[in-house]
Structures are given as C-alpha cells and as structure tokens.
C-alpha cells in the first residue's frame, strides 16, 4: 500500500525544505578554453568533474550571483532585475580576474534555466532562486599568482519558500566593531571568499548571542552584514551607507532606495556609525535587505555585550510597507513602474 505522506505535492516539499537544498533538474553549461567561451549545453545537475588542482580550489577564483524569478498572476514567470545582476556578475569576475562572459550569453543562461525549471517554479511567496557561478578550473597549482585560463559557467535553479515567513521574526544583531567582512576593496565582490571570511565571526555571534547575523561596523563605520545591505528609517527617513568599495552593492538595496522615494521618504546616502545606529533605533526602524531576506527588520542588536531592543522590539512598520511595496511589484500584484521585471 503506497503511503499518502508520499502524494505531497513537489512544490509544497521544495518550498518547505530549508532554503537553497532543493534544487532543478537541468542547468546550462558553458567552458572557457582558448580564449573563447563553448557554445552553451544543457546538463543535468549532477556531481561535476574538476581536476584536483583547479585553480578555484587552492586559489578561490570564484563568483557567483543570486537572483529570483516569480510567478505571475497570470501564470506567466518573470525576473526581477535581471540586467543589474549580470552587470554585477560581471564586475565581481573582473575583480576576480576570471574570464568574463559577455551579457548577452549570461542573461540567455539565465532566461534557459527558467524556462527548463518553469514547472518548478512556486507560487508566491515563494520563488525561483537563480545562482549563476563561475569557477576558475586551470589545473596549475603555481597559478598562485596568474589568472586562470579556464573557467567553468553555469546558472543553478532552486525552488524556495518565503525566506522569512510574512516579513518574519524581527532579528537578532551582533555588532562588530573589530573584525572587516571582507578585505578593503573586495567588498563589490560576490565572491565565495567573502563568506569564508566572515563566516566564524557569524558562528560565535551566534553560539555566545544567538544572533542571526553580524553588522559589521569596523572602526565604528556601519557597513552591512554577512550577506545583506544595512538600513535606518522611520516614518519620514531612508538612511544607508553611500556606494563605496567596502561592501556589496545590493540590487534590494537599490530597489527599496528607489521605492522609498516614490512613495515620498527622505534617502539618506551618507556614512553614519555605530553610536548613531543606537540613537535612532531608540524611536526608529532597522532593517536587512537582500534577494532572499528582502527587507528584514531587526528587533534587537547585541553591543559589547548589552541588548539594545528597536522601538518596541517588533518588525516596524515602515520596514513592513516597504517590504510588502516591494514584494507586490515582484509578483506582478502592483504596477512595475521602473520596469524591473523581464
Ligand atoms: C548578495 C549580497 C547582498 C544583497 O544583494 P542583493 O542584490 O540585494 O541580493 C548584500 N550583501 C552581501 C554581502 C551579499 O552577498
């Protein structure tokens, strides 16, 4: 007799697993080799075969990017923001010195792993969660301080929930006056680097906090944290860090910049710190914003060891308004003013 457990839907199993485990069938592939990139095959996800002296494993010259298609009301799939994705996909490859794929190609990857993963795509809340990632494979282990003259390029489909469901538990901050996320300059790169930098930095802000995230403020500078941009606001002001080298520039970060404005607040571009950080969260809003958290609020930050709650310690609700803006123009709900859907 067959278990009726067994009969879930897919989808309902892929968007209740934990974000980023599940993933789509096929995914498009292409090589770099003698100056040129192949033409673009289509693969199963499967193990893959790389020569034990890749360049991107002993020397990291790797990077990726993050981007999500939605369902629309009419069953149709779009994606948000496509364009700016690639353009950064592109100067994080540059940064990294790794051969980098021409626009056109990258966004045609993108557009084929949608359409080979259009039944996989959920309904919102959920969404296609899109990784492009590029990997340096020369096998030469003295190319400690030479490019890689080959490269490994392929798009990965992932199904996922809400990331926090309904605008989620208000987080949990460490800030971190000490440590850098990242080396100066690097902080443009989406790069798997980044992450491994700060990653033990995350680990024991949460074993010794139970924070979910770090915001890292070096030298008093509020940055942003482990993997989304930093916000300040209240029911006039919209208030981050102005574009630098030393952090990633979100694609969300630029959405809800842009969106706030629409709806008539105040953006404030300009470097603040951490003492300000504390002064405005006694009446204000905090907030994380990301492809996958999309615009968290913080309830509570965690400085030299004391508990510092924001507001009265819940999701505020101009993070909400803003969150749900947003959200509604993703999923093809509200108007697309700034023609961010393709
Ligand atoms: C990806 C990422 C963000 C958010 O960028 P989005 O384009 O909004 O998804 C912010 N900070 C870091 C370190 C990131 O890796």
Known sequence: MRDATLDTPKQTAATSAPFGTVFSKWMPLSR????????????PVAPLSIHPGAHVLHYSSTCFEGLKAFRMPDGS???????????????????????????????????????????????????????????????????????????????????????????????????????????????????????AAALRHIIQARNEHNADQVLFCPGGDVQETGASNFFLLDDRRLMTKPLDGSFLHGVTRDSVITLARHLGYEVLERDFTVDEVKDWIRT?????????????????????????????????RNTQRLREALVAIQTGVAEDPFGWLS
Not at 32 to 43: C, I, K, N, Q
Not at 152 to 176: K, M, N, Q, T
Request: glycine content about 12%.
């Open 77 to 195: 799939i779009r994606i948000f923001r496509l364009d700016r994705h690639v353009e950064r996909f592109r100067s994080s490859s540059e940064l990294l010195c790794l051969p980098t794929p021409p626009a056109e190609m990258l966004e045609q990857m993108v557009r084929s792993v949608v359409e080979l993963s259009r039944d996989d795509v959920p309904a919102p809340p959920g969404a296609l969660y899109l990784r492009p990632l590029l990997i340096g494979t020369e096998a030469n282990i003295g190319a400690a301080g030479t490019a890689s003259t080959e490269a490994l390029l392929y798009v990965l489909a992932s199904p996922v929930g809400d990331y926090f469901a309904g605008g989620g538990r208000p987080l949990r901050i460490l800030i971190e006056e000490e440590a850098m996320r990242c080396a100066p300059g690097f902080g443009m790169a989406k790069t798997g680097g980044n992450y």
């Open 32 to 43: 770099f080799a003698d100056g040129r990139w192949s033409e673009v095959e289509t693969v």
């Open 284 to 316: 204000g809003e905090a907030a994380l914003s990301g492809t996958a958290a999309v615009l968290t609020g913080v309830g509570t930050f965690i400085h030299e060891g004391k508990e510092y709650q924001v507001g009265d310690g819940r999701v505020g």
